[in-house]
């Protein structure tokens, strides 16, 4: 069996249509883009999609796993790292973030190696104590443009990566381009994290943990990208790997 990987998963609300097509209501869904679920069985993992609810203890899934991706969605709610909204801020879903935030605590406890992409490194700051940037455009002068308007695939601006660091060997690389899809990002690092990729205008493009095995985020992604740049599936492949060695494979 390979390494049990899970996808953490944001909600939505979708139309449910009855006879003849009329509206009936509108459900509340779980949704995850399936790049997501074709990263990580490209990478040789399982994926296990985690809606967010309160039905199992974050520690049983980290229990029951070998490896957590956190993956791309909505704001991060500010109340979360003590801060109130400013005006930009978009739409927030606090069940997801309580979700996340008890999921990502457990799994730092326990070593879990996890790998966090967009809102999740967002996640993973804040989960460890860390602050963020509500609104880049707003909060950060001479800021780029960090939502593109290009296609999802497209690597819009450059990051620069530290060397010796876990994203660069993932990637092969220390300079690179990557896609970018967020207005939030890393305000103050974690304790215990460090700053290992960064925009040309500052802004934190990746963090890893300094006391765990792998604990990796980066504010990009990959999974929409690795398809047109197989370098970028490196990142999927690395978590995997040290799953399988966790898993005792």
């Given at each position: ?6 996808l ?9 249509v ?69 005006p930009?801020?978009g ?21 879990l190696?996890v ?8 996640v ?41 660091s ?12 990557v ?62 790997e ?8």
């Open positions: 069996m390979p390494p049990l990987i899970g953490t998963a944001g909600t939505i609300h979708t139309e449910q009855g006879f003849g097509g009329s509206l009936v209501d509108m459900v509340p869904s779980c949704f995850l883009p399936l790049s997501y679920v074709h990263s990580v069985e490209q990478a040789g993992g399982a994926p296990v999609i985690l809606a967010p609810s309160g039905g199992i203890p974050s520690g049983e899934w980290v229990a029951r796993l070998d490896g957590l991706v956190l993956t791309g969605g909505v704001d991060v709610d500010p109340a979360c790292f003590g801060e109130e909204p400013l930009a801020l739409r927030v879903d606090p069940d997801r973030d309580a979700f996340e935030l008890a999921l990502v605590r457990a799994a730092l406890a326990a070593d190696p790998l966090a992409l967009c809102r999740g490194i967002q993973l700051n804040v989960a460890a104590g860390g602050s963020l940037f509500q609104d880049i455009p707003s909060q950060v002068k001479g800021a780029l443009q960090h939502s593109q308007k290009a296609p999802r695939w497209y690597p819009a601006h450059g990051v620069s990566i530290a060397p010796g876990k994203v660069a060997a993932m990637l092969g690389a220390t300079q690179l381009r896609n970018s899809f967020h207005h939030q990002s890393v305000k103050e690092v974690a304790r215990g994290f460090v700053v290992t990729a960064e925009a040309e205008d500052g802004i934190v493009e990746a963090i890893e943990s300094t006391v765990h095995t792998f604990v990796v985020g980066v504010q990009w992604h990959p999974e929409a990208m690795w398809a047109r740049d197989p370098a970028f599936l490196g990142l999927f492949r690395g978590l995997v040290v799953a399988k060695v966790r898993l005792g494979r």
